[in-house]
């Protein structure tokens, strides 16, 4: 593979990926159980799948003036790829579809083989009138990538980047997040935090305090308030979401039910009708061990945070702020403070 790749792979996958990371994308839907993060581990050399990753949107349903959270399907994707990015486009249709109908069908067959869609969706299902862009971009030797969405049409209120490991044979998912400036919380800890609304937070980190695993981290590259919900310890991995994914190309013998399994991030949409750059950052180079374990590791990651991740924030005069909320809410339902 070269330094920078977007092409077609398949009939239904497109890849983006540079020597480091590789972005798998299925072009029939963005729910995340069918879009695979691949990672290249230090020391094997090989590329391994331990995230996956999607983008969900928040629009109005058809027939009502609920907003509701919504998957895209069938969609559009157009590459660019210059000396030192490469980016891939995805045009989410109009009518989007309203998440969680299929793995919640009464039988197989209700399921209509999803995500291969017939061309006309039946008329049972639940759909929104809406449609954007959704733009993945990465560099040469970063194991990061940035999203950034587009509004086109219809009435669509916010858009949740999310990134989870609930269809992976992913034993290390970090157990303890980093909120910069207001410190480390455990996701099994009494009362965890379900979701915490900052402004002028730069950065969270996840990891493990053994060293296990691959960390990730996420910057928000804008102002505006943001919502970060890391649910934690989601249990539908064992549950109606490991019968789904038996249509996924990749099957796992055990998916991950605890730690924080399923990142997600709600940008509400601005004047503007475009949200601001969200980068996910992974960390192979301080993965199994190779970072150290606790404080040490810790300091290591906000460190590389710090040196290749935050160049948007310099200059900038901040006054960090978080609310964090300790109590549940059901998973993919948007925080009611954000929305009404």
């Avoid at 061309?119 to 449609?131: F, I, N, Q, T, Y």
């Avoid at 710090?306 to 909320?325: D, I």
Wanted: proline residues 8%.
């Amino acid at each position: 593979m070269g330094d920078l790749l977007a092409e077609h792979a398949a009939r239904n996958r497109f890849v983006l990926a540079n020597d480091l990371i590789r972005l798998d994308f299925d072009l029939r839907t963005s729910d995340t159980m069918y879009n695979y993060i691949w990672i290249r581990n230090p020391l094997s050399g090989q590329f391994e799948r331990l995230y996956n990753f999607g983008c969900d949107v928040g629009a109005r349903e058809r027939g009502t003036r609920e907003i509701v959270n919504t998957i895209g399907v069938n969609m559009r994707a157009q590459a660019e790829v210059n000396e030192n990015e490469a980016a891939v486009t995805l045009t989410y249709p109009s009518p989007l579809v309203v998440y969680r109908q299929f793995e919640k069908a009464s039988s197989p067959a209700a399921i209509w083989n999803y995500p291969d869609l017939p061309a006309e969706l039946p008329s049972v299902m639940r759909l929104c009138d809406a449609s954007l862009a959704v733009t993945y971009s990465l560099r040469k030797g970063e194991a990061a990538f940035s999203v950034t969405a587009k509004h086109l049409g219809g009435v669509i209120e916010n858009i949740t980047p999310i990134l989870n490991a609930m269809w992976v044979d992913n034993e290390h998912v970090p157990q303890t997040m980093y909120i910069e400036g207001f410190g480390e919380f455990d996701w099994d800890r009494p009362a965890p935090v379900s979701r915490a609304e900052v402004c002028d937070v730069r950065y969270f980190v996840f990891y493990n305090r053994d060293g296990s695993g691959v960390p990730y981290g996420l910057v928000v590259q804008g102002r505006q308030k943001t919502c970060v919900a890391p649910h934690p310890g989601n249990p539908d991995g064992e549950g109606v979401f490991k019968v789904c994914s038996t249509n996924q190309e990749f099957i796992p013998k055990r998916a991950p039910t605890g730690r924080f399994n399923d990142t997600n991030i709600y940008f509400m949409l601005t004047d503007s009708r475009i949200t601001p750059p969200l980068r996910w950052v992974l960390f192979p180079e301080l993965s199994h061990g190779a970072g150290g374990t606790g404080a040490e590791l810790l300091k290591r990651l906000c460190a590389r945070m710090e040196e290749a991740h935050l160049g948007w924030w310099e200059g900038a005069t901040r006054q960090p702020s978080a609310e964090l909320f300790l109590r549940p809410w059901p998973m993919r339902q948007p925080p009611p403070t954000l929305w009404r």
